[in-house]
């Protein structure tokens, strides 16, 4: 089972920031999840909310800023700046991160609220700038955007995320429009799902993980990922689980 940091290692550092990632992959984690949308100028960001101020108490949307903008706005006021400034990455910059560290990178399309124009080709653009295709997965609650991302680059793996409510025959569902993976929120997955996603040949990452009770749930159903919080947490936990064998 993989440890995927949910936008870093963000139970303790600023998420979605360079320093939650870094911290991610010191605590051990297998991958990365995070999420992008676009600046006023097309630029791909990393940012999880449509608006700013939960994250860096500034009023307005990514939308309205350039990336240059964005870039003077502290994100680690979400952690009421415990951690000194903290800006917003560009996903060049986490991508040249990424590359250096060899981990895997759940990407989120955040195009659920707000559907940002070519927010896929650019997103794909970056990532194989810095020949990132066989090391990322592609997300998003808007189905749409991972069938087109599906089109663009088949070869890449993509996930179904469904919300608070989860999907019945959710394995049939992603099998039938060639998504790899189901990514079902924690309390909405159910071993029936498991077995309908298994029968089906489809992958499971599930979302947000931070348990050790959770942890030994996903285990023991044989689920493909753990999105959490604590990635630390989570390796320390499966070590001993594997060491125990």
């Known amino acids: 089972m993989k440890v995927f940091a949910h936008r870093g290692s963000s ?13 991610a992959v010191e605590e051990g984690c297998d991958g990365i999840e995070l999420d992008v949308q676009l600046t006023k100028d097309g630029q791909v960001v990393v940012i999880h909310d449509e608006e700013l101020e939960r994250t860096t108490g500034t ?4 939308r309205d800023y350039t ?10 006021k979400v952690k009421d700046g ?3 400034f903290q800006g917003i990455p560009s996903f060049d910059e986490y991508c040249e991160f990424a590359a250096k560290k060899g981990i895997i990178t759940n990407i989120e399309i955040k195009t659920g609220v707000y559907y940002y124009e070519d927010i896929e080709e650019k997103t794909l653009e970056v990532l194989k ?6 090391k990322v997965l592609f997300s998003s609650f808007n189905h749409l955007s991972i069938l087109k991302l599906k089109k663009l680059a088949p070869e890449i793996p993509c996930g179904a995320l469904l919300g608070v409510k989860g999907l019945g025959n959710a394995g049939y569902y ?3 429009y060639n998504f790899d993976f189901y990514h079902p929120y924690y309390n909405t997955l159910t071993k ?6 298994k029968n089906h040949g489809i992958g499971l990452n599930v979302w947000t993980v931070n348990t050790t009770d959770e942890f030994n749930q996903l285990y023991d159903w044989k689920c493909d990922g753990a999105i959490t919080n604590y990635p630390g947490l989570c390796r320390k936990w499966l070590d001993v689980i594997e ?3």
Do not use: I, R, S
């Open 82 to 84: 415990a951690f000194g």
């Open 174 to 176: 992603c099998e039938k």
């Open 11 to 23: 139970g303790t550092y600023p998420e979605n920031t360079m320093l939650a990632f870094e911290k």
């Open 67 to 76: 990336l240059e903008e964005l870039k003077k706005f502290d994100a680690g």
């Open 129 to 134: 700038h810095h020949h990132l295709e066989e």
């Open 243 to 245: 060491q125990g064998k």
């Open 59 to 62: 009023k307005g949307f990514v």
């Open 192 to 197: 029936e799902a498991v077995e309908n996603c």
